[in-house]
Each structure stands twice: as structure tokens, then as C-alpha cells.
């Protein structure tokens, strides 16, 4: 079946730690997209990218990087400059230039800062 | 920029009672719109698209949505609520090809 895995499903950084989130798509999708969610703030968007070995900052890039090599993976770094890392981080995917046909969701990593 | 405003942060109705969430948008020009639902820890499931076509939109779960472009809203209703609709619901705009901008969310209690 086609879709979008991320893992782990849960993940804890001690303090000054960097963390890699990962998210991996089999829908031959251009588009992935990285959002973070808290309680009550709905979705924001992280870094999205279009292409391979392109991306672009959202709302709330800062203290976050992305790497896009391959078409199918996308991954998420949480770097230790980034002040209040413990959310929900969804992944998610489209059809490159057809953004009216929605996303598609992973089922998301929650990250806790221990 | 686009942004979506969702009128009510809870919402709590009865079991087999009408479910209205509410949405108004804002966009400088003709938005596609979506309604999202996610159930507790899991990701997004789209639950249905308005794009420039039948102003009515019928999605999953008996859920339906009407584009009223003089009221700049696209509020979500159902019927008949159901114990499992209990989730929480994301009004989300897009315009052109920039990326999805989300609304804040409403949380739907259903009550046995």
C-alpha cells in the first residue's frame, strides 16, 4: 500500500541534543512538507520542499534543518538551538503543482525533551 | 496570505444530534478549502475539498460542506453525530500553489 511512514513513533532528547525525525513516502510524490503541532495552535509549517535537493522555510524554520536527497525521503533534524522542541511533527505529502488534491499524512512523531 | 479562522475551539453535542463546525477564510482570490479530521495521536485524514466546482461539498462519514464565498465561510456539518466522530477537526486554505495554511482546530465531543 502506498503512503508515508514516519518514525519513530516516539522520541525523547535529553537537553543540547540534535534528534532526526524520519519520513519516507511510496506515492512517487514531488511535494513533502514538515508541520509542527501543539496543543490549541493547529498545524504550522516547518520547511517544505518541491523538488529533490530543494526546500523552502515555513512559519517556523528556526532551530530545525531538512535534507531532500531522494524523492522518496525527506528528514527532519531538531537541533539543540531550537527552544522548545517537544510537539507533535507531522509529515506530509502532495502531487507537485496539484496542491488542490490535499495532503497525505503520516502518522506523526511526538517528541519529548527529557 | 490566505489564513482560515475556526469560529469554536470545542465543540460538544449529543449522540444522533445535528455536528456544525465553523470556518470562515480569508484569500485574495478563489481558495481551495479543506476539512481534515485527526483522531488522538494519529495523523490527518481528508475529510473533504471544495475546489472552484459544485459549492456543496460531500465527504467521508456523512460529513458535508457548503463554499458561501458573500460569507467567506465553509462550515462543516453532519447530521447525525456518531460516538466515533469524536476527533479533532482542521479547516485548512490553499491558494495557488502555496502550502496548506491550517486553522487552529476544533476539538468535537460527542456525548452517549
Known amino acids: 500500500d502506498g503512503g508515508i511512514t514516519q518514525s519513530p513513533k516516539y522520541l525523547f532528547r535529553k537537553e543540547g541534543q540534535n534528534v532526526t525525525l524520519s519520513c519516507e513516502q511510496n506515492l512517487n510524490h514531488d511535494a513533502m512538507y514538515w508541520y509542527r503541532q501543539d496543543p490549541g495552535q493547529g498545524l504550522r509549517l516547518i520547511y517544505y520542499s518541491q523538488i529533490v535537493n530543494d526546500f523552502q522555510k515555513g512559519d517556523i524554520a528556526e532551530g530545525y534543518s531538512v535534507s531532500r536527497e531522494k524523492k522518496e525521503s525527506f528528514p527532519l533534524t531538531v537541533t539543540s538551538a531550537q527552544k522548545n522542541p517537544t510537539a507533535f511533527y507531522l509529515c506530509?505529502?502532495?502531487?507537485?503543482?496539484?496542491?488542490?488534491?490535499?495532503?497525505?499524512f503520516g502518522s506523526g512523531t511526538r517528541l519529548t525533551v527529557v | 496570505a490566505q489564513s482560515v479562522t475556526q469560529l469554536d475551539s470545542h465543540v460538544s453535542v449529543s449522540e444522533g444530534t445535528p455536528v456544525l463546525l465553523r470556518c470562515n477564510y480569508s484569500s485574495s482570490y478563489s481558495p481551495s478549502l479543506f476539512w481534515y479530521v485527526q483522531h488522538p495521536n494519529k495523523g490527518l485524514q481528508l475529510l473533504l475539498k471544495?475546489?472552484?466546482?459544485?459549492?456543496l461539498v460531500k465527504g467521508i462519514n456523512g460529513f458535508e460542506a457548503e463554499f458561501k464565498k458573500s460569507e467567506t465561510s465553509f462550515h462543516l456539518t453532519k447530521p447525525s453525530a456518531h460516538m466515533s466522530d469524536a476527533a479533532e477537526y482542521f479547516c485548512v486554505v490553499s491558494q495557488g500553489n502555496t502550502p496548506l495554511v491550517f486553522g487552529k482546530g476544533t476539538r468535537l465531543s460527542v456525548i452517549a
Open positions: 471544495y475546489t472552484s466546482a459544485a459549492t
Open positions: 506530509a505529502s502532495s502531487i507537485a503543482g496539484q496542491i488542490n488534491y490535499g495532503y497525505t
